[in-house]
């Protein structure tokens, strides 16, 4: 079975660019949450969508938005791009929205975004 | 959100146990401990999780002392292949599914 897929695997822009990254769950699974991890540090929470629904932000800018599609697919976008964003953007699925504390979530292998 | 405290780094011997410890002292009685691990520059691979028993399944065990505030990680006979950053996460019942990770035990497993 395939897992969490994520596109691209790299990716390099500029200050004040925007960029999109993509993100195909399990099969089956409704609910797409999205992590920044900076070099060093552990995953840090930006967005969960769970039926094309926002349920949930992390303490990230107005730059920072999501969507999720009728196929459960989901897109991150980040716009005016700052040398910060330099980060392994992380994807996650799981079956529920995580409400009950034991739906696992399983992570695809990232993008990795440089901003010159 | 119960926070939870890692040793920084932790080296163990190829073919040995890995014991990876857990400190979550403000754990509530509804509140999962996950497991994770990341092997440089992939995503994070879930590995392990339990409420109040302990569990076990093809790639580790998880023992949970009776009162929750601790928990370990055991990796029965540790490989080259499992020197990675190890995530424990205590997982609040809410309205999001979001994983706080701390800094994690990096273990290195050493030939």
Known sequence: DAGVTQSPTHLIKTRGQQVTLRCSPISGHKSVSWYQQVLGQGPQFIFQYYEKEERGRGNFPDRFSARQFPNYSSELNVNALLLGDSALYLCASSSGFGGAGYETQYFGPGTRLLVL | ?111
């Open chain 2, 1 to 111: 959100d119960a926070k939870t405290t890692q040793p920084t780094s932790m080296d163990c011997a190829e073919g040995r146990a890995a014991n990876l410890p857990c400190n979550h002292s403000t754990i509530s009685g509804n509140e999962y401990v996950y497991w994770y691990r990341q092997i440089h520059s992939q995503g994070p691979q879930y590995i392990i999780h339990g409420l109040k028993n302990n569990e076990t399944n093809e790639m580790a065990s998880l023992i949970i002392t009776e009162d929750r505030k601790s928990s370990t990680l055991i990796l029965p006979h540790a490989t080259l292949r499992d020197t990675a950053v190890y995530y424990c996460i205590v997982r609040v019942r809410s309205n999001t599914g979001k994983l706080i990770f701390g800094q994690g035990t990096t273990l290195q497993v050493k030939p």
